[in-house]
């Protein structure tokens, strides 16, 4: 592909002989070698030849994706640049283009990948191209990429610089950003100003006091409920299923300015009210008295402890940044996992106005954004790797489900002159039978679920609840504007 440019990496850049970071070395302990799974849906079929050449000048460019992880004596593990040959990494299988249901094959496909690995032999990613058309796309990608890698924000940077407008297959994709909301004031302070910021000052020691207090009792001994989401998987690589949901981004935009919120809150409230739906559907049927209960039956136990890992990009700028700021040595925003995590609660229970679990997820959301909990978490795998990886298994078997929101492009892109339909991304590797992740991508939000099927055996149900909340929290803003004009 001519017009695409390729990525610069100068050799003052590279990272030939440089050492892992530790958050890289966390996902290499043992039963947690995580791997990010992206599926790409296209509108027009793969062209592997094309592929495989606009690889070979943009992804094959950056230096983590030509390097080894290579294991030194002393344990230790270290960046080896190498020449990458493209046919040990890019698979093409021959499909039968008439076969029964593409979608669950590709499904199926996918599913099956996450009972392998990538030999270590070669740098720690490959992709798969799918040329079988599906009900959401003429053609599938699959990349599967080691999370020692990157985390989702680079992987996403990385993404859009090798896309193209579709509108104008010579402009990058706009790189969607996000301020950071924290109190500053010109000049000199007021008095009022300044008892405000002590106010807010004091909040955010309070709130990362308590909010570590309850992770380090979290990693000791404090344990969610039992539920039917919440299991350990056993140990070893489990095979996950990948299901993906796509909903409309104008309807949430529609009820998070309705509600004066945010779209992460509006997200979150979506899997909380889904998650409650699907628990009172699982609990009425192990009512042997009442098998098959109604959903409009409150069969939910009390207070159910049932927490997500949020996780949260810690970098100055929250959005997506552009590829060659990420890669300078000098950027504050650096390519790698620059992320921690917060505990955050999920309120389980039956509400008449589904619009109250936007209320809730509001105001956890708000406390949540004045805590140092995350910066905590990255410092404590940083600064005291051997100390929280001794814990961190029990931590994440402690826990129900993880939860990520990455933004994606705000326009429609192609990828390698290839229109893009959409873009899923999840990851395996976790011991926990639920991971949730959303990705933006121009008008639509695309849910992934990752689950362990001997534990939620139905996840496109789950799937199907939380399309059903965004559409009666839509369905309740529509009501109440008709009802109140103003």
């Known amino acids: 592909m001519e017009g695409l440019r390729p990525i610069r990496v100068s050799k003052k850049d590279s990272e030939d002989g440089q050492p892992l970071s530790p958050m890289a070395r966390i996902c290499h302990q043992p039963y947690s070698d995580v791997y990010i799974i992206i599926i790409m849906g296209f509108n027009s079929p793969i062209s592997p030849l094309v592929f495989k050449a606009s690889l070979r000048h943009s992804l094959l460019k950056h230096p983590r994706f030509s390097s080894l992880q290579v294991v030194e004596s002393g344990g230790e593990m270290r960046w080896v640049k190498i020449e990458v040959n493209l046919d040990n990494h890019v698979r093409v299988p021959v499909l039968d283009p008439n076969m029964e249901s593409p979608d669950k094959f590709v499904e199926d496909y996918a599913s099956n990948l996450s009972k392998t690995t990538i030999s270590k032999s070669i740098p720690l990613w490959d992709v798969h191209l799918l040329n079988v058309k599906t009900s959401e796309a003429e053609s599938t990608v699959i990349f599967r990429i080691h999370h020692s890698l990157g985390d989702g924000i680079s992987l996403m940077s990385l993404l859009l610089s090798c896309s193209r407008k579709a509108s104008d297959p010579e402009a990058l994709p706009n790189?969607?950003?996000?301020?950071?909301?924290?109190?500053?004031?010109?000049?000199?302070?007021?008095?009022?100003?300044?008892?405000?910021?002590?106010?807010?000052?004091?909040?955010?020691?309070?709130?990362?006091?308590?909010?570590?207090?309850?992770?380090?009792?979290?990693?000791?001994?404090?344990?969610?409920?039992?539920?039917?989401?919440?299991?350990?998987?056993?140990?070893?690589?489990?095979?996950?299923?990948?299901?993906?949901?796509?909903?409309?981004?104008?309807?949430?935009?529609?009820?998070?300015?309705?509600?004066?919120?945010?779209?992460?809150?509006?997200?979150v409230a979506i899997t909380q009210a889904g998650l409650s739906s699907y628990l009172n559907r699982k609990y009425g049927d192990e009512k042997t008295y009442n098998k098959g209960a109604e959903e409009n039956n409150n069969n939910l136990p009390n207070n159910i402890r049932l927490r997500a890992a949020l996780v949260v990009n810690i970098r100055p700028s929250a959005g997506i940044q552009a590829f060659d700021d990420m890669m300078r040595k000098d950027s504050r925003a650096r390519w790698g996992n620059h992320f921690g995590c917060v505990l955050f609660p999920f309120t389980i229970a039956l509400r008449e106005d589904p619009l109250d679990y936007i209320r809730v997820a509001k105001v956890t959301g708000h406390r949540k954004k004045s805590t140092l909990e995350a910066k905590f978490t990255y410092s404590m795998v940083k600064f005291s790797p051997k100390c929280f990886t001794n814990k961190i298994s029990s931590f994440r078997n402690r826990i129900t489900l993880w939860f990520s929101n990455v933004p994606g492009p705000e326009e429609e892109i192609s990828y390698f002159g290839h229109p893009v339909a959409f873009i899923a991304l999840s990851f395996y590797g976790q011991p926990n039978a639920l991971v949730i992740h959303v990705v933006s991508y121009a008008n639509k939000m695309k849910i992934t679920l990752s689950v362990d099927e001997n534990i939620i055996s139905d996840p496109h149900q789950l799937c199907d609840d939380l399309q059903n909340s965004l559409d009666l929290m839509k369905n309740a803003v529509i009501t109440n504007q008709r009802t109140d004009p103003k």
Not at 232 to 248: E, Y
């Open 175 to 267: 790189i969607p950003t996000i301020k950071r909301r924290n109190p500053s004031y010109p000049g000199r302070l007021t008095s009022w100003q300044f008892l405000l910021k002590l106010w807010w000052l004091v909040l955010l020691c309070w709130n990362t006091i308590v909010d570590v207090l309850i992770l380090l009792g979290t990693i000791f001994f404090l344990e969610d409920t039992k539920t039917p989401l919440k299991g350990t998987l056993p140990l070893g690589l489990a095979q996950r299923r990948f299901v993906h949901r796509t909903i409309s981004l104008d309807d949430v935009k529609l009820v998070k300015n309705a509600m004066g919120t945010t779209i992460n809150d509006v997200m």
